[in-house]
């Protein structure tokens, strides 16, 4: 008994180090996933060797230890540690520096403690990102009466119940069809080289009948043979019958596998849109600050990638993952039941170093990769970087230097690119070495049964067929392994973006801001209050919490990782009132806060001391919404898309008809300059409006809010790219609108001779109002407003001189915190 109970305990240990071995083909949901990106025990070793080599630990450097464990240690993309950073705090070069020393003197059981940490919290972030994406791939049904939500509770829809319950139950049809389809191929896929072996068997004569030519009839496979031997009319016929069926059989494999390609491209398609919406939604409510920081070329890339590598894991778990353990699993159970345990044990100890060898190579290719593709961006880089410049290469005859630069970085890419070329060789030979050393070793074990009459030839073709057939997919391992695990560095990016939060949000009591509902304590009205208002930039803001280092190394190297520097003081305790319907203007040298205000009143940010009402109301406890709907903005710095100029200006009112389009042309005096174009209102006006002048494109802007209609109207800089005669005739169009309309209009200018004529000009200086008052009472004041006036004036108004350097738009040193709709 107990000679009898080893064997089955070493098959049930195999069989689970079996499946191990195979979730180690990189399994989204699997513990031995998130393992796989933990970095080797070999890098914290080396932590613990110079902890040994370290005699002595000051009580700082312990102390230190202990908040980076607290923190936790981050883990880049390359399985190395690196310091771990503060939350919400920049990490200086002496920071680096300090931590990475602490690191260094860890002792070895802190090393073991902290490598459990991190993989406790990758595993925590990707089983994350596995449940994200099991709420599209398994979609909830709502309850009746519920409306669409997106995976962050935004609502991006509002459909009939039975739709939305209609589209969950369809996906959870297709998911359940997908298994079934991919089942079902994998079993006539296994069958496949069983009726090989019937066929081999049956033409060798090995199944003539009981006792002809020495078959084991003892053989379940040869039973089923031998009955279909009976079965047929002809003998001769059973081989074209097995044949045929062995070809149907391999024909019907292949519809299966592309079938169940069919059935769930639309599971996965329906994630990737569900989830590229929801994030553009999410992108699209962060605030002005984020959008100052973040590089738009990096973003695009990080939502792109995003998408694709949800597709490719959803592909890799439906199509090679589960398909894959599922067949070694199968043809285990087979080589035990059929052949023996030694087998078996050889089947599995093949696939387990077959694995174990493809992922420790291809970690080790991933980090070439890495240098090749650094190699390859900086190589076209500067390809980018030497065509923008072209003007200045030819200006200085350097075009031959330009070369030697790029034929460099080429050189460096080169060299990167044969060490990748050189590591796949390596890693297809130890494939093919590692398979045929176990197929040539199963193929003895299963010839020396035929030798002793325990099997028949068609069982050394089967073998050798299940292997092969298995050898198809493991061919694949590497690959998919590391393309797995760039998919999920690619989709924590994702996360992480999607993690980050707006700092200006509504709050729970916000109710909508109505402009014409009258003024007072019962109404909302468009009278504008400063009240005691403080505020300075941040340029940056931390990262997300919980992000692994991989992603945050991604984050930096796309150049959305944001660290918070301190906040320069731009207002100071500014207050003053804009009355309902008044024009107002405030001017003030560059940097004094004038383009701030604007920025406060649209909601960009909340002021960080003070108050800022609008119509008697904090405008806090006013929804975001209904704030910017009701202010029309005109700014210094004109964006437009790549359409039609018609498209750019109804973009201020999408409901607008093309005759308020022309009249509000008209108003801008836009319409002629569009007539007189080839086509009219469908000219095209090129990446950021680059085809249209300056003073073109100001003029698309103004028209695009006076179609807005809105009762508040902001202008900064206005004029600043239009000839004086246009610019007097639009600062005349923009006061008839206030008139007419009941505007209360807020104009940000330099060129003082254009706002003369507002009811009231504010002016500012270092954050603060020094006067207040029309332009008769400031000028009879002789105080910091009739310096400016006079300055102008005796610097020839005409030629375009401004009030300090007419860079109102940098209130921060580095920054375009202009205002772009």
Known sequence: MIADRRPRRAIRRTTAAAAAAASAIPLLLSSAACRAFVPPSSTMASASTAA??????????????????????????????????????????????????????????????????IGGTTRRRYLRIARELGRHVWPALPPRGAAATAPDNVVVAVVDDDDVRGAAMEVRMRVVASVCLMLAGKAVTITTPFLFKMLVDVVGGGIGGVGEGGGNIADPTSRAAHSALLLVDSPARLPVLLLLAYGLCRSLS?????????????????????????????????DLKYHLDRNTGALSRVLERGSRSIS????????????????????????????????????????????????????????????????????????????????????????????????????????????????????????????????????????RDVGSGRATVGDLVLVNGLLFQLSVPLNFIGWVYQEVRQALIDMEAMFQLRDTRPEVVDTPHAVAYDPYSGGGDGGHGTTMEFDGVEFGYETTSSNA????????????????????????????????????????????????????????????????????????????????ESIRRAIAVV??????????????????????????????????????IIMRLPNGYDTIVGERGLKMSGGEKQRVSIARAILKR????????????????????????????????????????????????????????????????????????????????????????????????GDAQKEIEGVNESLIL
């Open 545 to 624: 919490e919980g992000t692994t280092a991989a992603a945050t190394r991604a984050a930096d190297d796309e150049g959305l990782s944001r660290r918070s520097t301190a906040a320069r003081p731009i207002l100071r305790k500014t207050s003053f009132t804009i009355p309902q319907g008044k024009t107002i203007a405030i001017v003030g040298s560059s940097g004094c806060g004038k383009s701030t205000l604007l920025r406060l009143l649209y909601r960009f940010y909340d002021p960080q001391g003070g108050c800022i009402r609008i119509g008697g109301r904090d405008v806090r406890d006013y929804t975001t």
């Open 52 to 117: 040994a080599a370290t005699t002595t630990t000051t009580t700082t450097s312990s102390s230190m230890t202990m908040a980076g464990r607290r923190r936790g240690i981050a883990v880049d993309r390359l399985g190395g540690r690196v310091p771990p950073v503060a939350r919400g705090g920049a990490t200086t070069s002496a920071a680096t520096t300090s931590t990475t020393a602490t690191a260094t003197s860890l002792p070895a059981r802190s090393s073991t403690r902290d490598r459990d940490e």
């Open 254 to 286: 292949s519809l299966l596998r592309e079938y169940t390609n069919v059935v769930f491209s639309h599971v996965a398609q329906s994630a990737i849109r569900n989830f590229g919406r929801s994030t553009f939604d999410h992108v699209h409510s962060l």
């Open 312 to 447: 490719f894991a959803l592909n890799a778990m439906v199509f090679n993952t589960l398909p894959t353990l599922v067949e070694v699993l199968v043809v285990s159970v087979l080589m035990m039941r059929r052949f023996g345990t030694l087998h078996a044990l050889t089947v599995l100890a093949t696939i387990v170093s077959y694995c174990a060898y493809t992922i420790r190579i291809t970690r080790w290719r991933s980090r070439m990769r890495k240098d090749m593709i650094s190699s390859e961006n900086a190589a076209a880089g500067r390809v980018s970087d030497s065509l923008l410049n072209y003007e200045t290469v030819k200006y200085f005859n350097n075009e031959r230097h330009e070369g030697t630069v790029y034929e460099r970085a080429l050189r460096e890419y080169q060299g990167m690119a044969l060490k990748a070329a050189s590591s796949l060789s390596a890693l297809n030979f130890g494939q093919n070495a590692i398979f045929s050393a176990g197929l040539t070793i199963v193929m003895y074990l299963t010839l």
């Open 635 to 672: 700014p210094q710095d004109v964006v437009l898309f790549n359409d039609s100029i018609g498209y750019n200006i109804r973009y201020g009112n999408l409901a607008a008809s093309w005759e308020e389009v022309i009249e509000a042309s008209r108003k801008a005096h836009l319409h002629d």
């Open 710 to 805: 809105a009762p508040i109207l902001l202008c900064d800089e206005p004029t600043s790219s239009l000839d004086s005669r246009t610019e007097s005739e639009i600062m005349n169009n923009l006061k008839e609108i206030g008139n007419d309309e009941n505007v209360t209009c807020v104009i940000v200018a330099h060129r003082l001779s254009t706002i003369m004529d507002c009811d009231e000009i504010v002016v500012m200086d270092e954050g603060r109002v020094i006067e207040q008052g029309s332009h008769d009472e400031l000028m009879r004041a002789g105080g910091r407003y009739s310096e400016l006036v006079a300055y102008q004036r005796s610097h020839s108004l005409e030629d375009g001189a401004v009030v300090g350097d």
